[in-house]
């Protein structure tokens, strides 16, 4: 992956971030309008009780109606308030690998750190006839078929380095 396309990349990613948290805002704030709105149902509820306007009946299922939803309310602003944005820590690590595999290719004697990068990469390694077989992980193994490597389109499952680290074939 060139440098120009990770930068782009992580712009629209930060973007997309920026983006994702206003919109959890604005829902942050719709939820506690409709929370405010059930607490002073509630108490309006136990006032009518108190003053004898509804029976014991009809006052345990409505407050139990409303008890229900302002759990489901709390549930979903606390949901929130976590801010569960680790799609986004995922994408940056992958980008970030993506470089450092394109670096790492492209430089010579590197077979200590074309082992290193084989293994954040891909996963089921073998031995075969002094050959190092394994499989990518789906994005990088997207990556590695667009990006015209030479030991991966985007049909192959496997991909096969000789001992020298060097692309031979695709299965």
């Given at each position: 992956m060139s440098q120009q396309w990770a930068d782009k990349m992580l712009e629209l990613l930060e973007n997309d971030?920026?983006?994702?948290?206003?919109?959890?805002k604005q829902e942050l704030e719709k939820l506690n309008l409709e929370l405010t709105e059930i607490e002073q149902k509630l108490d309006r509820l136990l006032e009518a009780y108190l003053?004898?306007?509804?029976?014991?009946?009809?006052?345990?299922?409505?407050?139990?109606?409303?008890?229900?939803?302002?759990?489901?309310?709390?549930?979903?602003?606390?949901?929130?308030?976590a801010g569960n944005l680790f799609?986004?820590?995922?994408?940056?690590?992958?980008?970030?690998c993506a470089q450092e595999?394109?670096?790492?290719?492209?430089a010579e004697n590197n077979g200590h750190l074309l082992s290193q990068m084989a293994k954040k990469v891909g996963s089921k390694y073998f031995l075969k006839n002094h050959r190092i077989e394994f499989s990518l992980w789906?994005?990088?193994?997207?990556?590695?078929?667009?990006?015209?490597?030479?030991s991966a389109t985007e049909l192959s499952d496997r991909i096969l380095f000789s001992?020298?680290?060097?692309?031979?074939?695709?299965?």
């Open positions: 971030a920026k983006t994702e948290k206003q919109q959890a003053n004898t306007l509804i029976d014991s009946e009809n006052y345990k299922q409505k407050k139990n109606e409303l008890m229900e939803k302002q759990s489901i309310l709390k549930d979903k602003i606390s949901q929130l308030k799609w986004v820590e995922s994408v940056k690590e992958f980008i970030n595999c394109a670096k790492i290719a492209r789906p994005p990088y193994k997207a990556l590695a078929a667009s990006g015209g490597a030479a001992t020298q680290c060097k692309p031979l074939e695709v299965q």
